[in-house]
């Protein structure tokens, strides 16, 4: 056979033509194509899928591959075999990446759409599809069983860790916006605007909801340098009523875990030479003596914040 028809018939045969269409084409026997591809050690493509292992769960046949980035197994699936494996070979020629190297490969300039905008009649094409879509009972989370189900595979993979990296970033991003003073609505309980009053009426100047890097303090008293931090008897599992092993259902942690978090935000505090003093709600349940207690206790300290607190 000449060198040149071999080169054709293994070039359009790699390019995805049959044996059999090849035959046609050139008026050769399929069975000199199909010795010729054998002396090249050229695998014929049904012969191919014997050689891969494809597995079976359910009525959907799938194939394991590496992602060629991150090195995580993807699954090729399809309720057909032959299609199944042709969509496999098709993933590992075009190098396909999993999902989430997909995506972010697609953000800032990799994302086709970068630098583009939707015309307006494009928006208002958009905007005429998808009124009254995904409103009341249209909307798919209108419906207790799936927003129940959303919720518990939410839990599970939260649980599992397999969200741990979006945890860090949402709780980055959530201290930086807090260094920033970007949030403004803070929660304040009865006690602590009964002692912020007091503290007027005793003529000490107090700022409540006071912030520290990424920490919102109660109240701080710039005079005296201090924090005075209120904690709620349940909240703060005080050590005085609660065992360590005890669990806290409002914030699904055990006594020992509240400890610690509390301790890190303490040792936060006094790293930036602060005083810092703790009331606990038992402590001011029927007076305001322990307030008291502590303002003597500072009166005669008149220093400031340090400037190293401020990171606005």
Sequence with gaps: MDAEIEKIIITEYENGKSSLQLAKLLGISKTTILKLLRKKDITRKRDRCQKLDIKKEGSIFYIERICPKCGI??????????????????????????????????????????????????????????????????????????????????????????????????????????????????????KEREMVKLLKEMKIDCIPSYRIDSKICDIFIPSMNLIIEYFGDYWHCNPSKYKSDYYNDKKGKTAKEIWEYDKMKVDLIKSYGYNLEIIWESELKYNNQKLIEIINKYDSKHKFAPEQSRKD
């Design 73 to 190: 197994k993807i699954k090729t699936t399809s309720k057909d075999k032959i299609i199944c494996c042709r969509n496999y070979f098709n993933a590992v020629h075009k190098q396909t990446l999993c999902k989430s190297c997909s995506l972010e490969s697609q953000m800032g300039e990799g994302n086709p759409f970068y630098g583009k905008k939707h015309t307006k009649e494009t928006l208002e094409k958009i905007s005429k599809s998808r009124k009254g879509k995904g409103m009341g009972d249209n909307n798919s989370m209108s419906n207790p069983k799936w927003r129940k189900k959303v919720s518990e595979n939410l839990k599970k993979r939260w649980e599992s860790g397999e969200l741990e990296e979006t945890r860090k970033k949402m709780s980055e991003h959530l201290k930086n916006t807090i260094r920033k003073g970007k949030i403004k609505s803070i929660i304040i309980s009865k």
